[in-house]
Structure formats: structure tokens, C-alpha cells
């Protein structure tokens, strides 16, 4: 079956992470300012944050490396934009911005928590240590995603 809907959410597993500070964050400002993050924005981190310091974390890092948009910025951490839970969200799409050995957990939670009816994931490299690995992944990806709604990237593509 293939996806034909527009995500209705971005969750992001890794918000207190390098990759978010240094990236995520400011490509999303660009997004909100260019009118184009028309969804919810969920930033998901073990470490405990409350919701003030993620986003003084967000606004931290698209200074240095994305060039603070005051319009852009605002919109990004404007109160409905970045939440804490899906609420009625139905297709988010949940990025994993997080150690590739985390991948196999965080993916079985999904597939567990059951919370939307079609999900999409983007997965950055690297995608497992070797073919085997790789492999063993790409089944618990399956598990809880079809193919089609897999999304595999590499981060480190510089645009400046």
C-alpha cells in the first residue's frame, strides 16, 4: 500500500542530541518560517528536560548553525507547535535522531505502543555495524513499518 497522506506530526527521538542541535533544529526553523511545518513538532529525549529548556536547547542551536529567524524561531516553539504527547495526531512521522544501538528499542515501543494508524519513519545512518546487523534491523523496521513508509538517511551532507 502506498502512502499518499502528509505526516500530521513530527516526532523526533533525539532532541537533546548534537544532531538536533546542529541540525534538525535549525532546518525545522527554516521550515516554520517558509510556512511549510504545518504540523506538530514532538521532541523526544531521555534525559528529562522540562519544555523551557528544550526549547532555549532549539533556540541555541539554530544561532551558531542555522542563523537565528526571530519569525521562523517563534513559530518552531510556538505552544502548539512543540508538544509533549501525538494528542489526535494519526500519521506522525518519528525520526530517529538517536545511536543507531538504540534503533531495535525504540522501534519495538512503536510497534508496541500501536499510537497511529500510519506512521512513517526517517532513520539515520549508520544503519547497523555490518551486513548482518544491518539486516537483523531492517526485520524490526519491518515489523513495525512497511517498506514504502522507511525513510533512510545520511546526516552528514553539508549544504553551507
Avoid at 502528509?6 to 542541535?21: K, M
Avoid at 551558531?64 to 510556538?78: A, M, Q
Avoid at 531495535?104 to 494508524?117: R, T
Avoid at 544491518?134 to 519491518?142: I, M, P, Q
Wanted: aromatic share 8%.
Amino acid at each position: 500500500m502506498t502512502q499518499t497522506s502528509s505526516s500530521d506530526a513530527l516526532v523526533f527521538f533525539g532532541a537533546t542530541g548534537d544532531l538536533a542541535h546542529k541540525k534538525i533544529f535549525p532546518a525545522l526553523q527554516k521550515l516554520a518560517k517558509r510556512g511549510k511545518l504545518e504540523m506538530p513538532v514532538i521532541g523526544v529525549a531521555k534525559s528529562g528536560w522540562s519544555l523551557q529548556q528544550l526549547q532555549d536547547w532549539a533556540k541555541d542551536g539554530v544561532e551558531p548553525y542555522g542563523g537565528l529567524d526571530s519569525e521562523g524561531c517563534s513559530k518552531l516553539l510556538s505552544s502548539p507547535k512543540l508538544r509533549q504527547t501525538l494528542g489526535s495526531s494519526q500519521r506522525p512521522l518519528h525520526y530517529l535522531a538517536i545511536p543507531p544501538v538504540l534503533f531495535p528499542e525504540v522501534l519495538k515501543q512503536l510497534n508496541a505502543a500501536g499510537c497511529a494508524k500510519a506512521p512513517r519513519i526517517v532513520i539515520e545512518k549508520p544503519f547497523g555495524h555490518d551486513l548482518a546487523s544491518a539486516h537483523g534491523l531492517n526485520e524490526v523496521v519491518h515489523d513495525a513499518f512497511p517498506e514504502e513508509n522507511v525513510f533512510r538517511i545520511d546526516h552528514l551532507f553539508e549544504t553551507h
